[in-house]
């Protein structure tokens, strides 16, 4: 059965530091694995997505890597601001089902 | 713009009462998804459909029931025999079933409170 964690559960920076965010998963079919944004009290907005295929994802001062073969992901956020404050949730798909992760909090620091 | 629409954004539920959360969308996308989401949980997978007229229980699909009379609605009908329903559910859609360029799209969820 896939498993996905994530970690560390809750994270704070100061404002302009760059920061990673780690998810693992149990089972390498996979195929794709998507990083979501949620703010409190509100639905799941999509941030990238990549696909068993590939090795990573860029938008903007987002960057996430995937290595299929270790079970791992990276969200790399650059020069974090207060507005990336939120939870960051990882999933990963099958023929059939998408499998999340718990999420890590993160704020940052003005 | 094509997303998916739940409705409503809060709901109140009285004891014994079945309650139905609506979501719609107008992505043309075959499949469709409930999640619950608590607190320290994650999001788990309560009912989801392939394909109009079929569907299958999720992880935790005990006291829900749904039905997928149109491809654009998957309406989650929350009874009486679900004991504990406080929590936020999210309804989300995918493309293709073998397609795995796209993701997957939610909705901005329901707060469902048993008062």
């Known amino acids: 059965k896939q498993e996905v964690t994530q970690i560390p559960a809750a994270l704070s920076v100061p404002e302009g530091e760059n920061l990673v965010l780690n998810c693992s998963f149990t089972d390498s079919a996979i195929y794709n694995l998507q990083w979501f944004r949620q703010d409190p009290g509100k639905g799941l907005t999509s941030l990238l997505l990549?696909?068993?295929?590939?090795r990573e994802q860029t938008s903007g001062r987002l960057n996430a890597s995937l290595d299929k073969s270790s079970g791992r992901s990276t969200l790399y956020i650059a020069a974090s601001q207060p507005g990336d404050s939120a939870t960051y949730l990882c999933a990963v798909s099958d023929e059939d089902k998408i499998i999340f992760g718990k999420g890590t909090r993160l704020h940052i620091l003005p | 713009d094509g997303g998916i629409t739940q409705s409503p954004k809060y709901l109140f539920r009285k004891e014994g009462q079945n309650v139905t959360l609506s979501c719609e969308q107008n992505?043309?996308?075959?499949?469709m998804y409930w999640y619950r989401q608590d607190p320290g949980q994650g999001l788990r997978l309560i009912y989801y459909s392939q394909i109009v007229n079929d569907f299958q229980k999720g992880d935790i699909a005990e006291g829900y029931s749904v039905s997928r009379e149109k491809k654009e609605s998957f309406p989650l009908t929350v009874t009486s025999a679900q004991k504990n329903p406080t929590a936020f559910y999210l309804c989300?859609?995918?493309?293709?079933?073998?397609?795995?360029?796209?993701?997957?799209?939610f909705g901005s969820g329901t707060r469902l409170t048993v008062v």
């Open positions: 990549i696909q068993s295929s590939q």
């Open positions: 989300a859609s995918k493309g293709a079933r073998a397609d795995s360029t796209y993701g997957y799209t």
């Open positions: 992505l043309n996308h075959d499949a």
